[in-house]
């Protein structure tokens, strides 16, 4: 509602990606509600694998999913930064909810897709696997994707997961 207020007198209105991940407990057992609208991302870095939790809110994640193009195809296609879903632009939010089990060694990342399209999945990956703290490798990150073009804005949040109740 706020952006939509700001952007009173454009006729098209106005929009932005969102996501993120709340901490919460269901029955008494931690997890992630892991959110997003658009193509900014959250990631799972957990045993040395690292897992997309979202899934974008785009054109050409369609065509993925429609098996017309390939994912590898996907970040070079012309219409790889249209968005289909999108907070504001007079429209009600509709994000997908994802929840993601709270155990101990756990790493998310969250993104804007600033550094997505500038980092591939291994170069993320060898980042998150380094073994710096948390807020040191989310500025290794930004400074990879910035280094690499930055064509775009980068945020990135790492967070740890120290010790969770019930896992080693």
Do not use: W
């Amino acid at each position: 509602h706020d952006i939509d207020t700001l952007a009173e007198g454009i006729p098209i209105g106005v929009g932005t990606t969102v996501t993120g991940a709340a901490l919460m407990l269901i029955d008494e057992v931690p997890v992630f509600a892991v959110f997003n609208i658009g193509d900014s991302r959250v990631y799972r870095f957990e045993n040395n694998e690292l897992v997309q939790v979202t899934t974008d809110h785009s054109v050409v994640q369609e065509l993925v999913d429609a098996g017309i193009i390939s994912a590898e195809d996907a970040e070079g296609h012309p219409e790889s930064n249209v968005i289909t879903r999108a907070l504001g632009f007079r429209d009600d939010p509709r994000p997908d909810v994802v929840m993601v089990p709270v155990r101990t060694g756990l790493r998310l990342m969250i993104c804007s897709d600033g550094l997505t399209k500038e980092l591939g999945d291994d170069r993320i990956r060898l980042h998150l696997a380094a073994g710096l703290a948390a807020a040191e490798t989310a500025g290794a990150l930004v400074d990879a994707a910035l280094a690499a073009g930055g064509r775009d804005n980068v945020t990135v949040a790492v967070v740890d997961v120290k010790s969770a109740p019930g896992s080693a």
